[in-house]
Each structure stands twice: as C-alpha cells, then as structure tokens.
C-alpha cells in the first residue's frame, strides 16, 4: 500500500464507501478505501435500488450495467389471505425509470468495484481502521493490516463502515435510537407457481406481515415477522409454512438460497460530521428495511457528499458548503427513519384494531391519486429535497431532467459542477457565469425566460421566473455561499 498522504481515506468498502470512492477517484482524487474483510460480501441484502438511485447512477455515468442487472417491478399489491386489498402502482412523476430494479446487493457491489477500479480506484482488502485522531489540517487513521499496525494521513475522512462503525466510535458520536420488539426472518427462494414476477405483494397478516419481492422470473425475497426465530435460520418447509398461512399459498418453494433471523433497529448518529472526519450510510442511520430505503439513502449520502469534498480539496468550497452535508443529510435521514417507522408499524401492528382498521383504510387508500403519488414519489426517493438547506436559496428540490440545446439532456451534464439553465441571451447572466466557470457550465434554457442553477448532485440551488439584474445579484449570492473563489475579494 502506497502510504504517501491522500487527499480521503474511506473506511469499509460496502456500496456506500466503493459509490464514494469511485465518486472522488473519477475526479482525479487520491483516496485510500479499506475494507477489514478479504473481498465482497456475497449476500443479496439490500435489494430494491429505487428510481432516485438510478437517476443518481445516471448523472454518475453508471446507470447501464445496473439496468442490464435488474429485474424490473412495477406494482405492490396488498393482500390478506386471498383477498386483494389493494395497489400501488410504481409511478413516480417526471422520472425516466418509473419502477423498482431488483438487484442483489453483491450484484451491486460487484458493478460499483468494477466502476471504481476502471476508474483507477482500488479497495485494500483485510486492512482494518483501529483508531482515528484529527489535527488542524489533517485526519490520521491507525490500520492493521497483515500482521502489521501503522498510521495514515490524509485530508478528509469518510465512515462508511456500517453499522457498528468505529469511525463513529472514536470521534465520540452518539447513535441515538432503540429497537423493534418483533423478530424477522429473510430467505431467498426458488420457486413455481403463479404468481406476478413485476409485483411484490405485501401481506399484513394477523400472524405478523409478510412481503414478498421478485429478484427474478422463479426467485423470490421472503421477509416475515415470525413468533420467535428458528434455530440457526428458516429452512426450507419454515418458509413454505409462511407462505401457506399468509396468503401466498399459491407460491411453492422449491429451494433455499440463502435465509437469515434478524431483529430491526432504528438509530442515528448525533452528527454526521465531525472536523475532518464525517459519517455515510449505515454508520450514520440505519432503521427498519419496511420500504427498502437503506442502501438507497446511504448512496445519496456519497453522492451528497462526494462534490462537496471534491470543491473542498480543490479550495474552492466555502466552509458552509462542508457543512452543509450534514445538515442536509442528517435531516434526509430523519425522514426516512420516520417513514420506515410509520411504514413497520402500519404492516407489522397484530393488535385487532388496528388489523380492522388497515383491512378499511388500504382499499380507500390505494384509489387516492394524491396518496399514491406521495406516497410512491416519497418510497421511490423523489422526493428527497434539501428545503432547508443553508446553501440553497428555495425547497432545493431535486432537478427533473431536461433537453438541453445540442442534443444533451441535464442528467449528462452533471455529477462535475453546476448547471446554470438561462436563457441564451443574458449578459449579466454570462458574467456571474464567467466568474464562476471554474464550476458552472451555462446551459441555454430551452423554452423558458427564467433562470435556474442545478447543484453538481442534481438538486436546484437558485431558481428564478426571470433573469433582470436582481436576479443575477441573487444568483451571486448563492453562489457565493457555496464556492469560494480564488479571486473573491474582486468580486465584492
Ligand atoms: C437482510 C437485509 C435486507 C436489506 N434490504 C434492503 C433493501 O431492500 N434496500 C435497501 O436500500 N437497503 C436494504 N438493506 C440495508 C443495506 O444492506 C444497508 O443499508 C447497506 O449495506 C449499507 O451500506 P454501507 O456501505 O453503509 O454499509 P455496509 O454494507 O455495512 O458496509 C460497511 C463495510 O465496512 C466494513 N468495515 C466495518 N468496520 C471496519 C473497519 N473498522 N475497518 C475496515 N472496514 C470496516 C465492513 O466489513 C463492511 O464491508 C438490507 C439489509 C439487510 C441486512
């Protein structure tokens, strides 16, 4: 391993640390990732990669190989027993990929370590980070690694290192939250029988909720709270016994891939930053997996966090900018701890009452134009936004895409810098541009008189009807939260 100082060391090489890496090293910054296991997990984990995901995996340049790896979902149904309560289909509004893609967790770990290493990116396997200290100007790392104990140096760095992350540890943050009482077990199946491959039934049953997610034509992902756990993990007729008893008897398993007992947990970190050093993924939150949200947010994190650093190391990020991650971040994840939560507790609740009660309410539900559109667009990440965002001046919300003049759509343009959208003639417009061309490219704004400024992660930054002078001085001024320009003083 090359010790020289780099410019990030990221610890633990799941999808959050390689998405990161591959993020910064792209850019032609030096990272070191560690990871304290000798290759990849060969779990399928985290399954459903949601719209949001892959239209982040689009601005990023990754999208194809994960579309040519999914299998494509389109509806939920809600079932009890035999009787089809209700669905939802998965439309999210103004997205080029209105579904869910199904792809195995080491599947897609498998395709970011390909994209980091053609990159030029590579993962340090079986090197283990023991401690962190920081100083003024750097962050160093104790590694173990064949035997051997040793410190490195670098400029920033990130946690990625789940759950029990030692990052978090040792800059002294909390992980503030409890557990869920019930127990679950997961298995991944073969199966026969007839029952929709671009569906995924949800089934809260008296018993305890059941769901169940197509990976493929014949596999499926059963996840069911259970009574208590079987010893050493479902088998085989265990998970047939589910599916018979919650209403998926139509569904025969005829193997068992991989089946697992798992609590759930919901916490999160106090802060997710701490002076050089910050926190992604599931070091910072983790919570219940009803909604499928976990692997999906600690991805945004990186992509959040990625062009911050990036503007930091080149010197050109205001201090707010850096902390804005945080900020921006932590509430994201708030978020999704309360809708997962909300999501558990309408599923999994067996008290009689609140059976009779969501038996009434999911049919209503289900026909509401405005419920499903929330509720989808809040499922599928859409809507994630960054309203109250220090650096943004508005809701921050997220970008749709758009042809742009030439041919480009805005989705090609970004994941480097900002995108200001004006229209083509705008002379004051092209001199806060010019001032700031280090990191804004100035697109033509095809049909429409006003002017908006989209982040390098895809979210709107400064949005305005027109583009008079004011608008241009407010443009400035967001900017100017954000970068810091070689020449500032000039600019006042
Ligand atoms: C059964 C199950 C089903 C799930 N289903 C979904 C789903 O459908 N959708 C979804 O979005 N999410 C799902 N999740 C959650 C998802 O798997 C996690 O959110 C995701 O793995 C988090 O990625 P990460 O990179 O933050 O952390 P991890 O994947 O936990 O990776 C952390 C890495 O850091 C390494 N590491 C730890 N400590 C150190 C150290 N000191 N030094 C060096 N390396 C270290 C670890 O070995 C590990 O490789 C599911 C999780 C489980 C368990």
Not at 111 to 137: F, H, K, M
Not at 194 to 220: I, N, V
Not at 350 to 365: D, M, S, T, V
Not at 429 to 453: M, P, Y
Request: hydrophobic share 45%; net charge neutral.
């Amino acid at each position: 391993m090359n010790n020289s100082k780099k410019d990030v060391i990221v610890i633990g090489a799941g999808p959050v640390g390689l998405f990161l890496a591959r993020e910064l090293v792209r850019h032609g910054r030096s990272v070191l990732l560690v990871e304290k296991k000798d290759g990849q997990s060969a779990h399928s984990k985290a399954l459903a990669v949601m719209p949001r995901t892959l239209e982040v995996f689009e601005m990023a340049g990754i999208a194809q190989p994960f579309l040519d790896a999914a299998h494509i979902v389109t509806k939920a149904a809600l079932l009890d027993g035999n009787e089809r309560l209700g669905e939802l289909p998965i439309e999210p509004s103004l997205s080029r990929y209105p579904y869910v893609a199904m792809i195995p967790q080491d599947v897609s770990e498998a395709l970011l370590l390909a994209e980091l290493r053609r990159s030029g990116g590579e993962v340090n396997y079986a090197t283990e980070a023991l401690a962190v200290e920081q100083t003024a100007d750097a962050v160093n790392v104790h590694l173990r690694s064949g035997g051997a104990d040793y410190w490195v140096s670098a400029a920033y760095l990130v946690g990625t290192d789940g759950a029990h992350s030692v990052v978090r540890h040792a800059l002294g943050l909390e992980f503030e939250g409890g557990s869920y009482a019930a127990a679950f077990v997961l298995a991944d199946i073969e199966t026969t029988g007839e029952l929709p491959a671009d569906e995924m039934q949800l089934c809260p049953h008296a018993a305890g909720a059941l769901a169940c997610f197509p990976m493929s034509a014949s596999r499926r992902r059963i996840v069911a709270m259970v009574d208590a756990e079987p010893e050493g993990g479902p088998d085989l007729a265990f998970v047939q016994h589910l599916l018979d008893t919650r209403g998926l008897a139509k569904l025969r398993a005829s193997r068992l891939i991989w089946g697992s007992n798992f609590k759930i947990h919901h916490r999160q970190a106090s802060s997710m930053r701490s002076g050089r050093a910050f926190l992604a993924g599931d070091a910072a939150h983790i919570h219940s997996p009803f909604g499928a949200q976990g692997m999906n947010t600690g991805l945004q994190d990186a992509w959040n966090l990625a062009w911050k650093l990036r503007l930091a190391l080149a010197g050109l990020a205001t201090p707010e900018l850096l902390d804005s991650y945080a900020s921006e971040r932590h509430a994201a994840a708030e978020r999704v701890i309360r809708l997962t939560d909300t999501i558990t507790k309408a599923m999994a609740s067996r008290n009689r009452l609140a059976q009779a009660i969501r038996k009434r309410a999911i049919p209503i539900l289900t026909h509401l134009d405005w419920f499903k559109r929330v509720f989808v667009d809040t499922l599928t990440e859409l809507s994630v936004g960054y309203p109250h965002s220090p650096i943004v001046q508005g809701e921050g919300q997220r970008a749709t895409d758009e042809p742009l003049a030439e041919g480009a759509h805005l989705y090609q343009c970004l994941g480097a810098g900002f995108v200001l959208l004006a229209p083509p003639i705008a002379p004051l417009l092209d001199e806060v541009a010019a001032r700031f061309s280090a990191v804004v490219s100035r697109k033509a704004h095809l049909g429409a008189d006003g002017i908006c400024l989209v982040r390098p992660d895809g979210y709107v930054a400064f949005e305005s009807a027109s583009a008079t002078a004011r608008d241009a001085r407010l443009l400035e001024q967001v900017l100017r939260k954000q970068v810091r320009l070689p020449n500032a003083a000039a600019l006042a």
